[in-house]
């Protein structure tokens, strides 16, 4: 009796062994090396999946944890919060894992990536707030409290691209996902490259995480136009400013990212209260993450208050 007491306990211990090394499928996943004319790719399986020199860095859930995302949206689950009970953790490296063999997170080593994460998510954390300056936890505690736009004034219908991105009708078209998406012809390029139906469907990125998550940093990693950079190339170094640029004092950056994502909107008015927001939560968030503030660079690259925005008067920037 003792003995088959002592191999049932051997037995439920094995099982609760096997349970705690699969239960963090990133940590076990074997790294496959190649070299592939002449240069080392690798693939990390599910969070890294596809031969890429990227896939040889560490990946985002190396240096960013659940504890660490608890952190920075540390507000979104009250009861008072717009979207409790959406956002989590595992929805963002699930919809990173898409783009970690791009470079999302992996590109320029362990402090660019925590550093990019930070800045993604502080454009996230600033366009999904409902903090103010007395709110519980200060004002920078409370992104991702919202998944859409509450109380929106039109259907964001642009009859311009009716051959194109036709408008559904009774559909609107107002501000949905972590970097809240408008307009019909946005909805309707975002859907085509997650292979999603956003233009008949744009209610998806309010019903699911993972896809807001992605259509978030399918934003983030491509350009607007073919001759302009993404955030993520002038944010890791990998965009060349030309002499126009250097005239127009844009310079690589995280400030240069507010000027990729919403031109004049915030760009180029000098002290303006959205780019201070801005700005604030990713500094907040390198804190957080422990990186540290001082990390962020001088004042010319943080902010975009004196370059000339990349887009005037860009309505495919608007956001709440």
């Not at 020199?53 to 608890?70: G, H, K, L, R, V």
């Not at 953790?89 to 550093?115: D, R, V």
């Not at 934003?219 to 073919?226: F, I, S, V």
């Not at 944010?235 to 919403?262: E, H, Q």
């Amino acid at each position: 009796m003792e003995a088959k007491w002592c191999f049932l306990v051997t037995m439920a211990l094995l099982v609760m062994l096997v349970v705690v090394v699969n239960g963090d499928e990133s940590s076990q996943v074997k790294t496959v090396v190649k070299i592939v004319k002449g240069k080392k790719v690798c693939d990390k399986g599910w969070e890294c999946k596809g031969l890429s020199a990227y896939c040889c860095n560490q990946t985002i859930s190396d240096f960013f944890q659940t504890y660490q995302f608890e952190n920075l949206f540390s507000k979104r689950n009250t009861p008072v919060a717009h979207a409790s009970g959406f956002w989590d953790y595992h929805s963002f490296i699930t919809a990173a894992a898409e783009y970690q063999p791009h470079g999302f997170g992996t590109a320029g080593g362990k402090l660019t990536g925590q550093k990019e994460v930070a800045a993604f998510l502080g454009h996230v954390g600033s366009k999904t707030s409902c903090g103010y300056g007395v709110a519980t936890g200060g004002p920078l505690a409370w992104g991702l409290c919202y998944n859409k736009e509450m109380s929106p004034s039109k259907t964001y219908c642009d009859d311009y691209y009716k051959y194109t991105y036709p408008c559904t009708p009774g559909v609107s078209y107002h501000g949905r996902g972590a970097l809240p998406l408008y307009w019909n012809y946005n909805y309707g390029k975002t859907g085509e490259a997650l292979k999603t139906d956003l233009l008949n469907h744009p209610e998806y990125l309010e019903n699911n995480a993972t896809l807001a998550f992605q259509a978030a940093i399918w934003k983030w990693m491509t350009p607007e136009k073919k001759h302009l950079p993404s955030a993520h190339d002038v944010f890791v170094g990998k965009w060349k400013p030309t002499k126009n640029d250097t005239l127009a004092k844009r310079v690589p950056g995280f400030g240069t990212t507010m000027n990729v994502l919403y031109g004049d909107q915030v760009c180029g008015k000098g002290d303006d209260e959205s780019m201070n927001n801005i700005v604030s939560h990713y500094l907040y968030y390198l804190d957080l993450m422990g990186v540290g503030r001082e990390e962020a660079g001088s004042h010319d690259v943080l902010s975009c208050a004196e370059q000339l925005p990349f887009n005037q008067a860009s309505a495919s920037a608007s956001s709440s």
